[in-house]
C-alpha cells in the first residue's frame, strides 16, 4: 500500500471538514448502529466461514445466481483476491487507484495473458468509461477486471452485475463501503461468471468477514434510503468555483475531482489548509503519472464547499 490514502484526519489536532476522502458528505448511521446494537451475540459466535447468507441476499437483489456472488472483507480484498486468481500481466491506465498495482506486485503477475484494470467510475479522476469502451477492452484483454466501488455516486450508466456474470471475461467488484458510507465495516463484493468465481473462492480465507459486517449488508440491503447518492449539481458548482479561482480542474461525473495547482505544491497546500483552516484534502502527487501539483477533493455541504474555496484562494493569492 502506498503512503498517502485520503481520510488521514489522524495526522492533524482538529480537522472539521474532510474533503480527501470520497465517501458521500455526512451520511448518518444512527438506525445501522441500533440494529445492530440488538444482536449482541455476533460477540461470541463464529461468523459463517463465507458469507452464503449475505451472497445469496445480494444474488437477489441482483437477480442472479448465488454461486456468482462472492463477499469479501472490502473492495480491497476483492481486488487482492483477484490478483491471486488470475496471475496475468496487468495492464493498468494511470492515474487509478494504486492498490491493483500493488496487488499485482504482491502475487507477481506474469503471463503471456492480459488482464486489464479499470476503475469505473475512475479514482482520482471521476471519469466514467462507456460501455462501448468495457466491451472493446474485454475483446482485447483474456479478463477485464472493473471496480465499481463509486457506481452509485454518477448519474453516468454502468454495467450491470446480470450483464457481468453473463460473460467468463470480466469480474465486477462492488464496494459497500462506498454505497453506503461505511469504510470501517470493511465490507465488499465479486460479482462475475460462476466459472470465475469459482477459481476465487479457491483463495478464500475463512471467517475474512466478521459477523457484525454480514448484519450490516444485510439490514443495508433492505435500505435503499441509505445508499450513497452524492450531490452531483453541488459538485460541479464547487468545480466551476475552483476553475474562476484558477485551479485547473479535470471534467468529473461524479462527487469528487482531481485538481491542479498552477504555481506551488498539494502537499504545501494540504498542510496550509489542515493547520490554518482545518479543511483536510487529499495529496494525489503519489498516483502515478501525476506531478506534486495535483490534488484530489470530494465535495462536501454548500457551506464547507465555499469555505474551502476561499481558503484556496487566499492561499493562491498569498503565494503569488
Same mark, same amino acid.
Given at each position: ?5 485520503? @481520510? ?18 455526512? @451520511? $448518518?448511521?444512527?438506525? #445501522? =448502529? ?6 449482541? +451475540? ?11 447468507? #449475505?451472497?445469496? =441476499? ?18 480491497? +480484498? ?13 495492464? !493498468? ?12 506486485? =504482491?502475487?507477481?503477475?506474469? $503471463? ?14 471521476? +471519469? ?30 454502468? =454495467? ?39 477459481? !476465487? ?43 474562476? $479561482? ?26 496550509? #489548509? ?5 479543511? #483536510?484534502?487529499?495529496?494525489? $502527487? ?32 498569498? @503565494?503569488?
Amino acid at each position: 500500500m502506498i503512503q498517502g490514502h485520503g @481520510d488521514d484526519a489522524y495526522r492533524y489536532p482538529d480537522i472539521r471538514s474532510d474533503f480527501s476522502s470520497n465517501i458521500c458528505a455526512h @451520511d $448518518s448511521h444512527h438506525a #445501522l =448502529m441500533a440494529h445492530l446494537a440488538t444482536r449482541p +451475540e455476533f460477540l461470541d459466535h463464529y461468523p459463517e466461514p463465507e458469507a452464503w447468507s #449475505l451472497e445469496a =441476499m445480494i444474488a437477489e437483489r441482483e437477480d442472479i445466481d448465488p454461486a456468482c456472488v462472492i463477499v469479501t472483507s472490502g473492495a480491497t +480484498e476483492a481486488i487482492y483476491l483477484v490478483a491471486q486468481s488470475f496471475r496475468f500481466s496487468p495492464m !493498468i491506465p494511470a492515474p487509478t487507484f494504486s492498490e491493483y498495482a500493488d496487488a499485482c506486485r =504482491m502475487f507477481k503477475n506474469e $503471463s503471456d495473458k492480459k488482464m486489464m484494470w479499470l476503475c469505473n467510475p475512475n479514482n482520482p479522476t471521476g +471519469e466514467v468509461y462507456d460501455q462501448l469502451y468495457i466491451d472493446r477492452m474485454m475483446a482485447e484483454h483474456e479478463l477485464l477486471v472493473l471496480d465499481q466501488s463509486y457506481e452509485t455516486y454518477t448519474d453516468a450508466p454502468v =454495467m450491470g452485475a446480470r450483464w457481468g456474470c453473463r460473460t467468463p471475461y470480466s469480474v465486477q467488484i462492488h464496494s459497500f463501503t462506498k454505497m453506503y458510507g461505511v469504510p470501517g465495516l470493511r465490507l465488499g463484493y465479486i460479482t462475475s461468471h460462476q466459472q470465475l468465481t469459482e477459481q !476465487i473462492r479457491r483463495h478464500l480465507r475463512p471467517w475474512s468477514v466478521s459477523a457484525w459486517a454480514i448484519e450490516a449488508g444485510k439490514f443495508l440491503l433492505q435500505h435503499d434510503e441509505f445508499l450513497c447518492r452524492p450531490d452531483l449539481a453541488e459538485a460541479q458548482r464547487l468545480r466551476q468555483l475552483l476553475i474562476e $479561482s484558477g485551479v485547473e480542474v479535470l471534467p468529473t461525473r461524479t462527487n469528487f475531482m482531481l485538481c491542479r495547482l498552477p504555481h506551488g505544491t498539494a502537499a504545501e497546500l494540504k498542510e496550509y #489548509l489542515a493547520l490554518e483552516h482545518h479543511i #483536510l484534502i487529499r495529496d494525489a $502527487s503519489n498516483f502515478q503519472g501525476l506531478t506534486p501539483q495535483y490534488f484530489r477533493i470530494a465535495a462536501q455541504t454548500t457551506a464547507e464547499n465555499d469555505a474551502l474555496v476561499a481558503a484556496i484562494r487566499k492561499k493562491m493569492t498569498n @503565494d503569488k
